[in-house]
């Protein structure tokens, strides 16, 4: 292999990815690299005008984007969705599962018991993670499977590894998410072609508006008692950052790795290896 090889692995002219919970931060900033990186991008959310603020950047990158409304605990908008990406770029060549996240009502803590925590929350946490990687994955991977070739690529939590206190229906959502994921990617490969991959990211750590308040203080951006017990398990002694995933799940989304399928990969800043001593 030369280096010219190697640029072209990255180069994703002429190949389209979706991205579920695209306009989110995480699936925005993923939707931006991949436009930068040539691709055809397909930002699907449930509230498509979150996507607005990505407007600049991606007119700025070579790459096209379109922005469709797809919830992923409803099928049929699914399907609609996949329909206008194929009419407006022709194929799908990729897939990453972005939507997810915990509900608060799925939180056991000091001002609610485990035992009381209503089975709405736990629903919700449950089926957004899951559901929201597995309903996704059959719509698009029957046109993978179609076309005998195809990418998933699921967003997957360093909670799936090690269950954190308090928000067990979103670890226990995403412990499944992992275990998806390889069982997804041997019966692609098997049954089907095993030019399709499937793979999963795990983030450690990353500030997100969802989770920012419970990390770090709102009047001065001090650390929490839970943020401070983070970073003291993190050797990288810092949050992840968006744009930290990206060298990843470009990598998994490239020629680079076609012979990678059924793993998941911690991006965690090392709290994954760290014993505590």
Not at 73 to 80: C, D, F, I
Not at 88 to 100: K, P, Q, R, V, Y
């Amino acid at each position: 292999m030369n280096l010219n090889d190697l640029h072209t692995m990255y180069d994703f002219t002429g190949r389209t990815v979706v991205i579920t919970g695209g306009a989110g931060v995480l699936g925005g900033e993923m939707a931006c690299a991949l436009a930068g990186c040539n691709a055809n991008v397909a930002i699907m959310d449930r509230d498509p005008a979150l996507a607005d603020r990505l407007k600049v950047r991606l007119e700025s990158t070579a790459g096209k984007a379109m922005v469709v409304f797809g919830d992923v605990l409803k099928k049929e908008t699914l399907a609609a969705a996949a329909g206008a990406v194929l009419r407006e770029f022709g194929s799908i060549d990729a897939l990453i599962n972005a939507a997810g996240g915990n509900n608060p009502q799925a939180t056991a803590g000091p001002t609610q018991q485990f035992f009381d925590v209503p089975e709405e929350g736990i629903r919700r946490a449950a089926d957004l993670n899951l559901l929201g990687t597995i309903f996704p994955s059959q719509v698009f991977g029957k046109h993978f499977a179609e076309r005998k070739q195809g990418n998933i690529l699921n967003i997957a939590s360093m909670a799936g590894f090690r269950p954190l206190t308090r928000v067990f229906a979103y670890s226990a959502a995403k412990a499944a998410v992992a275990n998806f994921t390889q069982w997804l990617a041997v019966y692609m490969a098997q049954e089907f072609s095993p030019e399709i991959r499937v793979n999963a990211i795990a983030p450690g750590f990353f500030l997100t508006e969802q989770n920012r308040f419970l990390l770090t203080e709102k009047e001065t951006g001090a650390l929490t008692p839970r943020g401070k017990k983070i970073l003291d398990h993190t050797p990288m002694a810092r949050f992840g950052e968006p744009d930290d995933l990206l060298g990843t799940m470009v990598w998994l989304l490239s020629p680079a790795s076609r012979f990678v399928t059924g793993i998941v990969v911690p991006v965690d800043g090392g709290f994954s290896a760290y014993g505590g001593v």
